[in-house]
């Protein structure tokens, strides 16, 4: 999973072209850690669709809060730099992979 | 997939679960912790402990950690799963997780609980937009702005002086009146004492709105009906915990807020060799000191369950003679009396038939198992299963020969 901070969020999520998850993080949240391994297996099923990237929010609060992120855990989904889903709360593995076969199909 | 059997499988790895796994691995138990996240549950994502006693103070995941590695130092194991579900008739019982299914001789349960979630407007939709029910998370997105906390217990009242520490101000909303909040008052005192928390009392939020992400909530006085609109970056909800314990519905017993309910002097479920500890049972004190004192009950009880029924399986089930298992009580005069012809019968018998004696008040379980109502009662087994049951009146040595000698 491609690890994003402030110098390549718009480089690689909001200029790409294709579908990029974005998983918003951070070290002191224990859902996040939960769910984050799951979010990198998937990555490894899905990543020949789809981007798969995880954005610390500590190293780029800005960035986040400028994607109106303001709580975690956030699975956000882009295409063509423009957020087309959005998964939060309480988010289990198995909603992401419903979501991921949603966009894609 | 793997086909151990463990002694002892502990769903959840908070203060409970990890202290049960303390217990039973260090008295030697094949002892496995199932656990979807982090160890520590809620105090993982509590930020100051300090009535852990020993320890003067301690954050909750450093807490967590040393829990942990104490537990793994005496041998329990501890495996990255997500229960689903489980299998609890018989002895060796089933756990049905996204990755696989364990088995163990018992359970421990110890799924904690989550944050309730109110249900006002704007709630649901404003999640991890503003809305947060966890302080040490989201704390980072709040500096330089304004943030209110619903609630007034301990934990909305200790995670309101942690919010401080980033938010420009921090608003604390309480339905009571003024000057009174359920936090204890050690905590509640030095909330007070902080310049940085504002107060809004007799008051509740009624909606939560902005765009796109949270910018203002409506605080609606409960005592005028009156409503006020009030700008704000972030509101933090804590106003309760409700059990995770959804997937034991209709297996468990539980309250009608889905609090387990156990026996609280072993914490015994209603399912045999299946114990509930820690928050998700029902109980008067939520603490991490309460849940670690369940843990520790709970996987010494099931220790006697598993040496109990392996004893009494070994010892009656599966031998090959007819057994006679004597239920007593050394404290009942008539059960004492009794046992002079209960031995006179094994005297004619030999080695073709076996006497168990078990002792009631030590192993109400297994007794009640075969309904004995009262004591001395009798009940032959032959290969594994209870034939005849013998009360005190018929209790005699011509009695009990002759049955026997008709299993012969």
Known sequence: ?105 | MSTKIYDVAIIGGGPGGLTAALYASRSKLATVILEKGQAGGQLATTEEIENWPGTIHSTGPELSAKMLEHAQKFGAESIREDVIGIEADGFIKTIKGRNGEYKAKSIIVSTGAEPRILGIPGEREFRGKGVSYCATCDADFYEELDVVVLGNGDAAVEEAMYLTKFAETVTVVVIHEEGKVDATPVVAERAFKNKNIKWIWNSTISEIGGDGIVEWVKVKNINTGEVTDMATNGVFVFVGTVPRTKIFEGVLEMDDRGYLIVDPQTMASNKDGVYVVGDCRQKYLRQVVTAAGDGATAATVAEKYIHEEENFAEDVLEVDVPVLVAFWSPTSEASMKSMPAIEGAIEQLGDSVKLVKIDTYRNQRISNRYNITSIPTVVLFNKGQAIDTVKAAEISTDNLVSKAKALL
């Open chain 1, 1 to 105: 999973m491609l690890a994003l901070d402030k110098t390549n969020f718009n480089s690689e999520v909001l200029e790409a072209d294709g579908w990029v998850l974005v998983d918003f993080w951070s070290p002191k949240c224990e859902p996040c850690k939960e769910l984050k391994p799951h979010v990198e297996k998937l990555g490894e099923k899905y990543g020949e669709q789809m981007k798969f990237c995880g954005l610390d929010i500590t190293k780029a609060r800005r960035v986040a809060i400028g994607q109106k992120v303001m709580g975690l855990p956030v699975v956000a989904f882009y295409l063509g730099g423009e957020k087309k889903a959005e998964l939060t709360g309480e988010i289990t593995p198995e909603a992401v992979e419903a979501k991921i076969n949603e966009l894609l199909s």
